[in-house]
């Protein structure tokens, strides 16, 4: 949907969205979580029908969100304990889980595999060490994938591109150190090597990088099969396919082309058998399914620009993406803001330049595409309450998936010494 339609959406269920608690709030459309989730599942079924989806619940993991994924037939990739939980209270059966995660506890673990999470990474060798101590304690036998890291150029923001030589992820293959997670695994009878993954890295624009992150990883696979006699069921190249924030970005279906490709080739170039594809997506399955609405209060006209001011800024959403900003409303875009939010510091500015209809106090400004990660990184700044999230239902209906905070709900576990008082 481009985001004319997506404006004519909000504009005629604007009533309706607002209606539980006006603005701040985040609306989330539950067409978009589902039509993701089965273009990218319809993709695999026709390139790579063995396979699974593991959404990435770092992406959003309020349970509203989660349930309907897992309505799908989505299973989840939870990140430690609170992952866990969120991924456990949307109903997900433990056996869908894949447990990630680095300097886990080992009561996070013990907990995952006493209720019946199979799957976990592992992404260095002292978590490996917690893990078998873990598994023999619970009697349990969990599978393991090892976390790979091929050191690779990640065409995204740095902060996160993760299979990059720079980066505190995975275990470097060239030097040896995925290897001997993986020897160390094949020899304690406590685990089992299911097999290898990696995750590139978030906001992936092309497809190329899949190619390689697939070649990498089977060449690994075929290492281990050669040095340790055992073959991968599972081959797990993560998350990090795109959203069209402010440019195109590749249809599934020529991301997942890519990689069955490149697989189907790499698999019988070193002649090994077919593993199991795990896909990790976070940001494209809930991405495009979030927008904030947001309410001018001020418009501030200064001798350099002019600053449309909401009730709610940058403490909402997640950092550097260029989101699509735009009026609600119906109106000819020949003005230009600058669109801002309350926070105290200069940076509160949510895009800039932005060509809108000439904008009064009480127009309502959609901050698009912000449905990944912006819940999880949103703060306090300013002791300012979060927004309540509310989920637009396919039938036309509305349900509230978050209430709202209050200020006191930013202040509960404060607390001042008695002597202080
Ligand atoms: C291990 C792992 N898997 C999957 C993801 C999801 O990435 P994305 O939301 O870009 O698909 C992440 C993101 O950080 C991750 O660390």
Request: glycine residues 8%.
């Amino acid at each position: 949907m481009d985001i004319e339609a997506r404006r004519a959406r909000l504009r005629d269920r604007r009533a309706a969205v607002l209606e539980p608690f006006e603005t701040p709030v985040f609306v989330f459309f539950e067409e978009d979580i589902r039509a993701n989730y089965r273009t990218l599942r319809g993709a695999l079924d026709d390139h790579y029908p063995d396979s699974a989806i593991h959404f990435a619940v770092k992406a959003n993991y309020n349970p509203g969100v989660l349930s309907i994924l897992r309505s799908e037939g989505c299973r989840a990739e939870v990140y430690a304990s609170g992952e866990l939980s969120a991924a456990l209270e949307a109903g997900f059966d433990p056996s869908e889980l894949l447990l990630t995660g680095m300097n886990r506890r080992s009561a996070d673990v013990e907990r995952a595999l006493e209720v019946g999470v199979e799957h976990l990474l592992v992404d260095n060798a002292t978590e490996l060490e917690r893990l078998i101590d873990t598994a023999e304690a619970t009697g349990t036998t969990p599978k393991v994938l090892v976390r790979g890291n091929p050191a690779m150029e990640v065409p995204t923001h740095p902060e996160v591109a993760t299979a990059t030589r720079e980066t505190k992820f995975g275990l470097d293959i060239e030097s040896g150190r995925a290897m001997a997670v993986a020897e160390r695994t094949v020899a304690s009878d406590a685990v089992e090597l299911a097999g290898v993954q990696l995750h590139i890295g978030s906001q992936i624009r092309s497809v190329e990088p899949y190619a390689v992150a697939a070649r990498e990883m089977l060449s690994f696979a075929a290492e281990i099969r050669d040095d340790l006699g055992v073959e991968i069921d599972v081959l797990d190249l993560g998350g990090g396919f795109p959203v069209p924030y402010d440019e195109p970005v590749p249809p599934a279906t020529e991301i997942v082309e890519t990689i069955a490709t490149t697989v189907r080739e790499r698999v019988a170039a070193h002649a090994l058998s077919h593993p199991t594809l795990f896909l990790e997506p976070g940001r494209r399955l809930v991405g495009n399914a979030g927008t904030l609405l947001g309410t001018v209060g001020v418009v501030k006209e200064t001798p350099y620009a002019s600053f449309a001011v909401l009730d709610v800024g940058t403490n909402a959403v997640s950092s550097y993406w260029p989101y699509p900003v735009y009026a609600v409303a119906d109106g000819e875009p020949d003005r230009t803001y600058d669109v801002a939010g309350p926070l105290c510091y200069t940076g509160d500015v949510l895009s800039e330049d932005v060509a809108l209809p000439e904008l009064a106090a009480g127009d309502v400004i959609a901050i698009d595409r912000v449905g990944a990660y912006s819940l999880g990184s949103a703060s306090h700044t300013n002791a300012q309450p979060k927004p309540p999230v509310v989920l637009a239902r396919e039938d036309g209906g509305v349900d509230v998936i978050r209430r709202p905070e209050t200020p006191a709900d930013v202040l509960e576990k404060a607390e001042v010494p008695d002597d202080l008082r």
